[in-house]
């Protein structure tokens, strides 16, 4: 694993081994993983599965960029980019999603929309729905009431992600 700091806002951090456990960045990080990685996986900023990558995992990042193979759970905040040489198996909820020619899909796709129900906020942060609706009725969260249903911006719950107020 190598560390390379170009400048205070551009971190780079490129991955060649092997690794399980679980990573989370709470700052961005444009991560790049050439070897294989098992586990859970949270991200900010860029994240890359290089063409000769394996990962099997729940990954939750940004921007996320697949030429290698990944097999799991993948919410992309942002956009899920699918290479040519890429193969992704598992459930993917990508914000926005690119597939080159001949890169390899196999799953369910539910695409994000800009704003969630219970449902799809529970599998966005991977927590139950209860606590979903506890946080939101004592307001511990961003959420609005819509014909008796609590409703998610997307954005505001990224920014509260980031701000780390989940559960305060």
Known sequence: ???????????????????????????????????????TL??????????????????????IIVGGRIKGKITARKSLIILSSAVVEGEIYPATLS???????????????????????????DVEINLINEWAQS??????????SWKFERKAIDGWLAEGKVGK
């Open 1 to 39: 694993m190598a560390f390379n700091k170009k400048k205070a806002e551009d971190k780079i951090l490129d991955v060649d081994a092997s690794m399980q456990g679980s990573l989370s960045f709470k700052d961005p990080v444009n991560l790049r993983i050439n070897g294989k990685f098992e586990g």
């Open 42 to 63: 949270q991200t900010q900023g860029n994240l890359t599965i290089g063409q000769h990558a394996v990962v099997n995992a729940e990954v939750v990042g940004d921007t």
């Open 99 to 125: 597939i080159a020619s001949g890169g390899i899909l196999e799953g369910k796709c539910a695409m994000l929309g800009e704003f969630l129900n219970v449902d799809e906020l529970s599998r966005y942060l």
């Open 139 to 148: 307001g511990k969260i961003p959420a609005s009431k819509q014909d008796n």
